[in-house]
């Protein structure tokens, strides 16, 4: 986690599985894991521009899980984070198969959850990955 520019920490503590879990809680989504469209499927349908990779592939890689909306909730109230970047978050199958992709961010003193097309990247918006130990 850390070499991607996260800051891991001890959010919790998962009882029926005897797992503590990390996260990242660096102040902004860790810039080593930004600019990445949702999944390899949103990948693969970039004729043009395409970016290095996706979230849910990268964190796989990497032995993370995404964050749902109501982990990212329960993190946003251990401190303010994505005050100037966004998070992809885990996307119901509904709505992915729509096309489209979940992410979080504060601004204005609130969480939000916004959509977008799973294909989309931005320099801003990158992940927050959850390691149960």
Not at 17 to 36: I, K, M, N, V, W
Not at 76 to 89: M, V, Y
Request: charged fraction near 25%.
């Amino acid at each position: 986690m850390e070499i991607s520019g996260g800051e891991p920490d001890v959010i919790g503590y998962d009882a029926s599985t005897d797992q503590y879990l990390f996260c990242d809680c660096a102040p902004e989504s860790p810039s080593g894991r930004r600019s990445l469209c949702y999944d390899g499927e949103a990948l693969a349908s970039r004729k043009e521009n395409k970016p290095a990779g996706s979230a849910c592939e990268v964190a796989a890689s990497m032995g993370l899980e995404l964050l749902t909306e109501q982990q990212y909730r329960a993190l946003q109230a251990l401190g303010e984070f994505d005050l100037k970047t966004s998070s992809w978050l885990v996307t119901p199958k509904d709505i992915r198969a729509l096309g489209g992709a979940l992410f979080g961010d504060r601004r204005y003193g609130q969480v939000f959850v916004y959509h977008n097309g799973a294909q989309s990247y931005y320099a801003a918006r990158g992940f927050r990955g959850l390691l149960r130990v």
